[in-house]
């Protein structure tokens, strides 16, 4: 089994295609189907069905991509630990992200982090913190940055809390909460809410701070992205609850201190193998120590 063989693997099973999966690694088609064809031999079963219509993995794919993974990204990160021991980084950083994280500017950090490692190959994802968290589990993310309610700690990864901060409603400008100072959540109860979908870690926040002060609200709309939010709460459609140093960024509303609003912490995880020179490199940059959390 070769490494190049297993990478052609892994870019048909992402793109179900092996037109565009040879394009992703700048080989003619016939080239990698050829050398997947003699790895599906040497294993003794086949890894993908093939029709005019479309590609899937076959029972035994699916068992094999797990353990590919880990050789290809142990092969990475070998090359990567060699040249870090010659002063050199090299290798991968891919970087998961949700929009609201405000602890570290991300995006002038990779800027300044390519500047200085042009030898890395850099990539970001912008999702859901539990989306992220089990990317990070599986080696397709080096590190991710999220938020999180106080009483959730990400499980299988390595975490380090960046920063705290209380979350703030926002409104319409023409809303009668717009002039108050302040609010209870007994007082947004009354209102519809605009969040992120049920069982996210965003949405989690603000359900279990409602849940324990034994409140119910009516969330009538869900998005999966938060700078969607303002759109919905500045016509008067809904209110909805943001971090606070989130929120000055945005325009066309209105924000309202709560007095008895959740905590959202802003964490920063990597695999529990460690970090890679790279993720090592990033996160220093970034001025996140280096230390165990």
């Known amino acids: 089994m070769e490494l190049q063989q297993v990478r052609y693997v892994l870019a048909v099973a992402e793109t179900l295609?092996?037109?565009?999966?040879?394009?992703?690694?700048?080989?003619?088609?016939s080239a990698l189907s050829h050398q997947i064809a003699r790895l599906e031999q040497e294993l003794g079963a086949r890894l993908f069905e093939r029709t005019s219509r479309r590609v899937r993995l076959t029972a035994a794919g699916e068992?094999?991509?797990?353990?590919?993974?880990?050789?290809?990204?142990?092969?990475?990160?070998?090359?990567?630990?060699?040249?870090?021991?010659?002063g050199e980084v090299r290798g991968r950083l891919a970087v998961g992200l949700i929009p609201t994280v405000t602890a570290v500017d991300i995006p002038a950090g990779l800027r300044e982090f390519r500047g200085r490692h042009s030898g890395v190959r850099i990539g970001l994802?912008?999702?859901?913190?539990?989306?992220?968290?089990?990317?990070?589990?599986?080696?397709?993310?080096?590190?991710?940055?999220?938020?999180l309610p106080t009483a959730l700690r990400p499980q299988g990864v390595t975490a380090r809390e960046l920063s705290r901060g209380r979350l703030v409603?926002?409104?319409?400008?023409?809303?009668?909460l717009a002039a108050r100072e302040r609010v209870s959540l007994a007082e947004l109860s009354a209102e519809t809410f605009v969040d992120l979908p049920a069982g996210t870690a965003g949405r989690a926040q603000t359900d279990l701070a409602f849940a324990a002060a034994r409140l119910v609200r009516d969330v009538a709309f869900e998005v999966d992205d938060a700078a969607y939010i303002p759109r919905l709460v500045g016509p008067g459609l809904a209110v909805a609850m943001l971090p606070a140093a989130y929120v000055p960024q945005l325009t066309g509303v209105v924000t309202v201190e709560?007095?008895?609003?959740?905590t959202?912490?802003?964490?920063?995880?990597?695999?529990?193998?460690?970090?890679?020179p790279a993720t090592a490199a990033f996160l220093t940059l970034l001025g996140i120590p280096s230390g165990t959390p």
Do not use: K
């Open 17 to 29: 295609n092996f037109t565009r999966a040879a394009e992703r690694c700048l080989v003619v088609q």
């Open 63 to 86: 068992a094999f991509l797990p353990a590919a993974r880990q050789c290809l990204e142990a092969a990475e990160r070998a090359a990567a630990e060699v040249a870090a021991a010659v």
């Open 125 to 147: 994802r912008v999702g859901a913190s539990n989306d992220l968290v089990e990317l990070v589990r599986q080696g397709a993310l080096d590190v991710a940055f999220l938020g």
């Open 169 to 176: 409603a926002v409104v319409a400008p023409d809303h009668p």
């Open 258 to 262: 709560v007095e008895d609003a959740p």
């Open 264 to 276: 959202r912490v802003e964490t920063v995880v990597w695999p529990r193998t460690g970090r890679s």
